[in-house]
């Protein structure tokens, strides 16, 4: 991993330690050394869609400094989600479209991991109204071969809104959180609720996410 700016480092090394022929080092060592400030690099431009950019970019870092950027693209009117890697040791890595589906999505959000993991989630909306959660991982070097209907209790549901999505990787676990609204027409209650739903990095999500929060209003 890379070492802090400006920090100090003390290195030390015991007769503990043998060489390939199983000799034990003659004496301890030590070193104390601190780490020259950064420079910035030239910039660079993950995407440049002025004619086509849908409006907002999310990024995230892993403990290497390699960067994913995530970007919506406007195309035939539809809202659809990009992503983008930018690795310290070889620069901008080729595009890659996360979905596939003809609805808009809005409210992406992105988590890495310190260990170069990733994950991707977002909302979309169909013809009706409905609000769908959609999440796409980046393990082990590769992204998942679609996306994937994170919340699937919440399909065919008319007239939901869901507030921006949280999301967190970290220990072999990816985490979404979202707060959802749901209007019953009658009579005019509305539905707040707070709804979490958790997998393993490479594991299937659950059917239905769990609600932690929930409250009623009637009018």
């Given at each position: 991993?890379?070492?802090?700016?400006?920090?100090?480092?003390?290195?030390?090394?015991?007769q503990?330690?043998?060489?390939?022929?199983?000799?034990?080092?003659?004496?301890?060592f030590?070193?104390?050394?601190?780490?020259?400030?950064?420079?910035?690099?030239?910039?660079?431009?993950?995407?440049?869609?002025?004619?086509?950019?849908?409006?907002?970019?999310?990024?995230g870092?892993?403990a290497?400094?390699?960067?994913?950027?995530?970007?919506?693209?406007?195309?035939?009117?539809?809202?659809?989600?990009?992503?983008?890697?930018?690795?310290?040791?070889?620069?901008?890595?080729?595009?890659?479209?996360?979905?596939?589906?003809?609805?808009?999505?809005?409210?992406?959000?992105?988590?890495?991991?310190?260990e170069?993991?990733?994950?991707?989630?977002?909302?979309?909306?169909?013809?009706?109204?409905?609000?769908?959660?959609?999440?796409?991982?980046f393990?082990?070097?590769?992204?998942?071969?679609?996306?994937?209907?994170?919340?699937?209790?919440?399909?065919?549901?008319?007239?939901?809104?869901?507030?921006?999505?949280?999301?967190?990787?970290?220990?072999?676990?990816?985490?979404?959180?979202?707060?959802?609204?749901?209007?019953?027409?009658?009579?005019?209650?509305?539905?707040?609720?707070?709804?979490?739903?958790?997998?393993?990095?490479?594991g299937?999500?659950?059917?239905?996410?769990?609600?932690?929060?929930?409250?009623?209003?009637?009018?």
């Open positions: 991993h890379r070492l802090s700016l400006l920090a100090p480092y003390d290195v030390s090394v015991s503990g330690v043998n060489d390939v022929g199983g000799q034990a080092l003659k004496a301890s030590a070193s104390k050394f601190t780490v020259r400030d950064g420079v910035w690099g030239t910039q660079t431009q993950a995407f440049d869609d002025q004619d086509t950019w849908g409006g907002t970019q999310m990024s870092i892993d290497l400094g390699n960067t994913l950027v995530v970007w919506q693209r406007s195309e035939d009117g539809i809202s659809n989600l990009y992503a983008r890697w930018y690795r310290a040791t070889a620069g901008w890595q080729p595009e890659v479209a996360l979905e596939s589906l003809p609805e808009t999505c809005f409210y992406p959000r992105v988590a890495v991991s310190p170069g993991d990733a994950i991707v989630t977002w909302f979309t909306s169909d013809a009706n109204g409905n609000i769908k959660v959609y999440a796409r991982r393990v082990s070097g590769a992204w998942e071969p679609s996306e994937l209907n994170v919340a699937p209790m919440f399909d065919g549901i008319f007239n939901t809104y869901a507030e921006a999505p949280a999301v967190a990787i970290g220990g072999g676990q990816v985490v979404i959180s979202w707060f959802s609204v749901h209007y019953i027409p009658q009579p005019y209650e509305t539905d707040y609720t707070l709804q979490q739903t958790a997998a393993t990095l490479d299937a999500w659950p059917d239905n996410p769990t609600g932690v929060f929930s409250s009623y209003y009637t009018f």
